[in-house]
């Protein structure tokens, strides 16, 4: 652990990432990171204050003479995606990740960073220390639960917020500053499990899809990489001529992640087990075709497996399932006509699970455009619906529309005009940051998004580019040291 952060600027950043790593944060267990935080300002006699969702706001006095300066909020969130490679053994609710760096990379061990949004938290931490910055009034606004439904920004107690004006720590290309995103909404279907007993004279067979790149579901939505949900019900389809049967189907585990992994128990009969695998190392060949320039890991394959007692799903919830993941959209549904090669509204088919009771699919729907939002997600139940679910959603978050006349836009870009002698890329995501909520709950906030670079965030392959960060903690420091 020491050894990858040994010798990176800027100390203090790092230091706290690297403690931050060692504390289980997944998404609705943010208590020990929360502990951490309250730790760390209760030891620097710094104000703090924790509302009823989890939320911790801490407060720092201006520096000697900035008293007057508009109070600045910096915000990020505690919780990290929990994601690993199939093979790796990694409990998140107690294992340290382990960090490796090669070169200007940091990354973890077969396993998310946690970068996302662990630098932003560790950010805060080393301001909260900086003892030579001269700045304003300083709160740092740290929320819980980001990932899997912004949870702690719509629990916000905007009370606690004086600070008219926010830097939200959460974007992931330097140089770029963020003023918009998009909404969501989770959309789910339901069928109840209903079984028939195992055919006679049929064997088990496990239908793996592994080795894609998965990512963020906003962010890497339009790269074009394959959907380990989509990909193992096409496989699966290939086997229902031969007789196979379904037992169980799960693939992926997040929202707001595209699935890499997925797993099907069919059961075939004996007599066509070999065409059983011919069939699936044809659809693998084909896939491959498909997504070589995307995904040179692709891996569909199939094998059999002990599975004594095993039943399997009655043919109508067989077919109906099938149809529905067959027909569920997946991936960009238009790009902004205002915004050169910013998605506009997508779709996510996220996961599926075989429960004890019940089948369950995810999906979620993005869009800077709020009807749009809600036209997709119409959709999408609608698909649900013909195809005899139930459906479960959220009721979504909203967008954060682009103020271009923005003061603290305004400050921030002769900032980093000054330190770098370039101009940053103005733009909007096509994610989901928590500024829409947060200007709802603090009426009049001025807000912009940016930080370092990272990659991969949501999936085991998440990296920081270590050069990025000592040019982000420049500019941040530098702007709140002109801030006026």
């Not at 997925?262 to 498909?290: M, N, Q, S, Y």
């Not at 965030?457 to 420091?477: C, M, N, R």
């Amino acid at each position: 652990m020491a050894n990858a952060i040994e010798g990176l600027e800027p100390a203090s950043v790092w230091k706290h990432f690297a403690d931050l790593t060692a504390i289980p944060r997944g998404s609705k267990h943010e208590e020990k990171a929360a502990a951490f935080v309250i730790g760390h300002a209760r030891r620097l006699g710094l104000e703090w204050r924790q509302d009823a969702t989890g939320n911790v706001v801490v407060r720092k006095p201006a520096t000697r003479g900035r008293e007057n300066a508009p109070s600045i909020c910096l915000q990020g969130h505690l919780d990290m995606v929990n994601e690993k490679h199939p093979h790796v053994a990694h409990d998140f609710t107690k294992d340290p990740l382990r960090l490796v760096r090669e070169g200007d990379i940091l990354r973890a061990d077969g396993t998310t960073l946690g970068a996302d949004n662990g630098i932003a938290v560790a950010t805060n931490l080393a301001l909260m220390d900086d003892r030579t910055l001269a700045h304003g009034p300083l709160e740092f606004l740290f929320t819980v639960d980001e990932e899997t439904g912004l949870t702690g920004a719509n629990g916000l107690d905007g009370s606690l917020i004086a600070s008219r004006t926010l830097l939200n720590l959460d974007s992931e290309e330097e140089g770029s500053l963020f003023v918009g995103c998009s909404g969501g909404i989770d959309s789910s279907g339901v069928w109840p499990l209903e079984r028939d007993p195992a055919p006679a004279g049929a064997m088990a067979v496990e239908v793996k899809v592994g080795g894609l790149r998965g990512g963020h579901s906003g962010l890497e939505i339009d790269k074009g990489r394959g959907n380990a949900v989509k990909l193992l019900t096409r496989a699966v389809a290939t086997l229902v001529p031969l007789g196979a049967r379904i037992a169980r189907m799960d693939g992926g585990n997040k929202r707001n992640a595209i699935p890499r992994d997925a797993v099907a128990l069919v059961l075939v009969p004996k007599r066509r087990f070999d065409e059983t695998l011919a069939a699936i190392k044809a659809f693998h060949d084909t896939a491959r075709a498909e997504l070589a320039s995307v995904e040179p890991s692709l891996a569909i394959g199939a094998e059999p497996v002990k599975a004594r007692g095993t039943r399997v799903w009655k043919r109508a919830l067989e077919k109906r399932v099938l149809r529905v993941l067959a027909g569920l959209p997946h991936g960009v549904i238009k790009m902004s006509a205002e915004i050169p090669g910013l998605v506009e509204t997508s779709t996510n088919l996220a996961s599926i699970a075989t429960q004890a009771k019940q089948i369950v699919v995810a999906t979620s729907q993005r869009s800077s455009v709020a009807s749009e939002k809600d036209e997709i997600a119409a959709g999408v139940r609608a698909i649900f619906e013909l195809g005899g679910a139930t459906v479960t959603g959220s009721d979504g978050y909203p967008g954060w529309k682009p103020n271009l006349q923005s003061r603290v836009l305004q400050h921030a870009v002769a900032t980093y005009r000054k330190i770098s002698g370039r101009e940053p890329e103005v733009k909007a995501i096509h994610a989901g940051l928590e500024c829409g909520i947060i200007g709802e709950k603090v009426p009049g906030m001025d807000m912009v998004s940016f930080g370092p670079t990272l990659e991969g965030v949501h999936s085991p392959d998440e990296k920081i580019h270590i050069g990025s960060v000592a040019k982000y903690w420049e500019f941040l420091t530098t702007l709140l040291a002109d801030w006026k």
